[in-house]
């Protein structure tokens, strides 16, 4: 990103370690959607396989992905075109959410629900793995951090710390040695008033490593 470019949004995932689900029943056919996060197209995969093989039994796998890198993919899985995969897509992009996989299952009930009724129906259950998702704390948000480490000597280190929090940073990890080095996250964009409070204090001298910003939670 170049100097006054502004920051990229952020977007919201799933934790690493979650996994949730969500259920929606229609005329006894069940509609199981699994959830979890992914970060490439073969997590993704891995996820629809392990899902398939968990519901081997089943009449349908329909999975959906969407990456922060803009990729995406779903399949109706034997359902009516664009009755399955495409609604349950709709829904990740509805809540804003990205490096994520949703494989909804399906046990056939016996009756026929038609196209309307298997969109309202795909598009329900993964509205529930969302839902569930939500109340369990298990969406985060990432955005883009900046990093910078800092080293000085020890006399300065409250006053750099108060500096972090001021400039709404927080301290990463703080190494006591010769001097101490203090590695901090910023919201990119904010370490820059923290860089100039930094070298107004050192009288002009460039304490700070600045590194290239990233996605990560903050």
């Known amino acids: 990103m170049t100097q006054g470019e502004a920051p990229q949004p952020g977007y919201l995932t799933l934790a690493n370690d979650a996994e949730v689900t969500g259920e929606f029943e229609d005329r006894r056919?069940?509609?199981?959607?699994?959830?979890?996060?992914?970060?490439?197209?073969?997590?993704?995969?891995?996820?629809?396989?392990?899902?398939?093989s968990r519901h081997h039994d089943a009449r349908h796998n329909v999975p959906a992905w969407v990456l922060s890198d803009g990729r995406e993919r779903c399949s109706d899985d034997?359902?009516?075109s664009r009755t399955a995969g495409m609604p349950t897509l709709e829904v990740l992009h509805g809540a804003g959410l990205k490096d994520v996989?949703?494989?909804?299952?399906?046990y056939f009930g016996g009756t026929l629900l038609g196209p309307g009724g298997l969109v309202r129906a795909y598009t329900a259950a993964t509205q529930a793995a969302v839902e569930?998702?939500?109340t369990s704390g298990s969406i985060v948000e990432m955005t883009l951090v900046t990093r910078v480490v800092v080293q000085a000597p020890y006399f300065a280190y409250d006053r750099l710390a108060r500096m972090v929090?001021?400039?709404?940073?927080?301290?990463r990890d703080t190494i006591f040695a010769e001097d101490v080095q203090?590695?901090?996250?910023?919201?990119?964009?904010d370490e820059r008033a923290f860089v100039?409070?930094?070298?107004?204090?050192?009288n002009g001298d460039d304490l700070c490593r600045v590194g290239e910003p990233g996605f990560a939670e903050f």
């Open 196 to 202: 100039a409070a930094v070298t107004d204090f050192a």
């Open 165 to 171: 929090a001021d400039a709404g940073g927080r301290v």
């Open 182 to 189: 203090l590695t901090c996250a910023f919201r990119t964009g």
């Open 78 to 80: 034997g359902e009516p």
């Open 132 to 134: 569930a998702a939500r």
């Open 101 to 106: 996989c949703c494989v909804v299952t399906r």
């Open 29 to 52: 056919s069940r509609f199981i959607a699994q959830m979890a996060h992914v970060e490439s197209e073969a997590a993704a995969n891995a996820f629809i396989e392990s899902v398939r």
